[in-house]
């Protein structure tokens, strides 16, 4: 068949196929660690909350500190798994996550050292919460890019 004279709508590409990357729409590796260092941390932080609920009777202010490691963990394993896939509202909720699970578990650690409870997740989680507030802010360009590609192909 020849659809030189057809009467056939041509389709019109918002943005022309030569300015869209198809590659940048991928996530990039930075983006895939730092929401796979997102995602275990929230586990440890978890674990953590766990091991306190059940092995810890805290009869002070800090009883409320278990249940914040229980909610912010299952809340990082959750956005630490979509940012994997380069969304930016994971990105920018993992850095408000990354910060808010840094400053639960180090000062958890700090007041747990203070009163005579040493654990090893203790430190685990400290220290994976610190890590992951230095790498995922560094996923948010890529996240950008990937959005912005995102939308350059599906408009």
């Known amino acids: ?3 030189v004279g ?5 389709f019109n590409s918002p943005a022309d196929d030569a300015s869209i990357d198809l590659n940048a729409a991928r996530p ?3 983006v895939i660690i730092a929401g796979a260092v997102l995602a275990i941390t929230g586990i440890i932080t978890f674990v953590g909350g766990v091991q306190l609920l059940v092995v810890l009777n805290i009869v002070t202010w800090a009883f409320v500190v278990p249940y914040f490691m229980l909610i912010l ?3 990082a394993s959750i956005v630490g798994g979509v940012l994997t896939r380069a969304r930016l509202w994971a990105a920018l909720v993992g850095v408000i996550l990354a910060i808010m699970l840094a400053l639960v578990t180090v000062g958890w650690c700090i007041y747990a050292i203070l009163h005579g409870f040493l654990s ?3 430190f685990i989680a400290a220290g994976a919460s610190i890590l992951s507030t230095l790498v995922v802010p560094v996923s948010l360009p890529s996240a950008i890019s990937s959005t912005r590609a995102r939308r350059a192909l599906y408009s």
């Open 6 to 10: 057809s009467k056939m709508k041509e």
């Open 1 to 3: 068949m020849n659809f």
């Open 73 to 75: 963990g299952v809340a």
């Open 28 to 30: 990039g590796f930075m």
């Open 120 to 122: 090893p997740l203790c």
